[in-house]
């Protein structure tokens, strides 16, 4: 099983890439075939979606723009399953992320029909500095608008991350809540 991380933090050793980690790893000890491919999005050179709608060509698959996102959306369309990693950027994901997210509209067709492949899985690893309470209609709204597009998606969230530690600690609960989820990632 393929899985692509695609981390959208500028901090590629830090809270969200840990975050994610802790769900590839189990999934990695839930089944041996796991391959799991990493993409740090601040680390590549790209744009934003131009509204060029070259996208909506019935021979098209996906975004036309030849960037170094375009190997990220190739690679998005043959894997089985992602992990998607932001931190929360005043209330909303990274711009690095949102870039990606936009670029996705090349995934939808030109009678609004998905073009990827069916039973793809998806978390959204999500951490933040603020409290449980705060920014939680972000994680309604990815999920929502993950499944929209035919991917089944989960959240997993860290509040309270204090911001630049060296070595994030994660509460017992977001761990098994990780390990949950990379089992669910790759359980038919």
């Not at 500028?10 to 890439?17: D, I, L, S």
């Not at 939680?136 to 999920?143: G, H, K, V, Y």
């Not at 994030?168 to 089992?183: H, I, N, T, Y």
Request: charged share 20%; proline share 6%; with cysteine.
């Amino acid at each position: 099983m393929n899985i692509l991380a695609i981390s959208g933090s500028p901090r590629p050793a830090r809270n969200t890439a840990s975050l994610m980690k802790l769900v590839i790893e189990s999934a990695k000890t839930h089944a041996s075939d796991v391959n799991a491919m990493w993409c740090n999005l601040n680390d590549m050179s790209y744009s934003g979606c131009q509204s060029c709608l070259a996208c909506k060509e019935p021979n098209v698959k996906s975004c036309v723009r030849k960037d170094s996102l375009a190997f990220v959306l190739d690679v998005m369309l043959a894997s089985q399953a992602w992990v998607i990693g932001t931190p929360v950027y005043m209330g909303h994901v990274s711009g690095q992320l949102k870039l990606l997210l936009d670029r996705m509209y090349g995934f939808t067709g030109p009678d609004r029909e998905n073009r990827l492949p069916a039973g793809k899985k998806v978390v959204v690893a999500i951490t933040q500095g603020a409290g449980e309470e705060h920014h939680t209609e972000l994680a309604e709204q990815l999920t929502a608008w993950l499944n929209r597009r035919g991917l089944e998606a989960r959240v997993i969230r860290a509040c309270n991350m204090p911001v630049g530690a060296p070595v994030p600690e994660f509460s017992q609960p977001v761990k098994d809540e990780a390990s949950a989820l990379g089992k669910w990632l790759v359980t038919p």
